[in-house]
């Protein structure tokens, strides 16, 4: 069964959801039956990096808020995250443009890595304060869960994914995204922003019992011989 997840790198809920939903996954029971695929959501497409400012004088510049609201509301999911165990640290966060960062998650899906690449690119940008738009940092990333140097350069220098990115934002217009995270459960049921655990649990389990009602039951030709049978009877 498919999940498949809208967010973005540069979203504190994204990271939140995610710890969150994977706590959840750990505890269903059929986890070995659900692939997660991590789709791509830009809330900044147009965002240039700034090395040089902080989360604080983005949120003024960039969202209208004062000085004390933007404080409040870092303090707020910095205290949220903290819950799930995260530790944000928005005195070093570098607000980047995380259009790189979506090639190299769509680049590790082809080697089966796209969880671990999603994972690491969140903890750089919210824990450890790294540039996500810078080349050399990303390269870096990327060989750390398993992806070849080469195949890193050549995509960042050549974008061969940046049409699945584009294909990615717009299937989100189309079925209603607005806001990330954004979580599809068979293409049948969805779940929006940083629900807790039991609520994913709760929708794993439900979408679960429908995909696997859908799926074809084998047929055998079966060659009869001795056998006992489930009143005891055998023959």
């Not at 809330?43 to 949120?59: E, G, M, Q, R, Y």
Request: charge should be negative; glycine fraction near 6%.
């Amino acid at each position: 069964m498919k999940v498949e997840i809208w967010s973005d790198i540069m979203c504190p809920f994204c990271y939140i959801g995610k710890r969150k939903f994977d706590k959840a996954l750990e505890q269903f029971s059929h986890r070995d039956k659900v692939e997660v695929i991590w789709k791509s959501f830009d809330l900044a497409p147009n965002l240039k990096t700034h090395t040089f400012i902080s989360s604080v004088d983005f949120l003024q510049k960039h969202k209208g808020m004062s000085k004390a609201q933007a404080e409040q509301a870092i303090e707020g999911v910095t205290a949220f995250a903290k819950e799930t165990d995260l530790d944000y640290d928005y005195d070093k966060v570098v607000v980047a443009n995380t259009h790189r960062g979506h090639q190299l998650i769509h680049l590790a899906g082809q080697e089966g890595l796209q969880n671990e690449m999603k994972e690491r690119l969140l903890k750089a940008y919210f824990i450890e304060g790294r540039n996500v738009d810078d080349v050399a940092t990303l390269i870096q990333l990327g060989q750390e869960v398993g992806l070849e140097k080469a195949a890193i350069e050549s995509e960042l220098n050549e974008s061969q994914f940046a049409a699945h990115i584009e294909q990615d934002i717009l299937e989100a217009r189309k079925i209603g995204v607005s806001g990330v995270p954004f979580f599809v459960f068979d293409r049948k049921y969805a779940v929006s922003g940083a629900q807790p655990e039991k609520q994913f649990l709760n929708v794993l389990g439900k979408a679960y019992i429908e995909w696997y009602a859908k799926q074809e039951t084998p047929q055998f030709e079966v060659l009869e011989g001795q056998n006992c049978d489930v009143s005891g009877n055998c023959n």
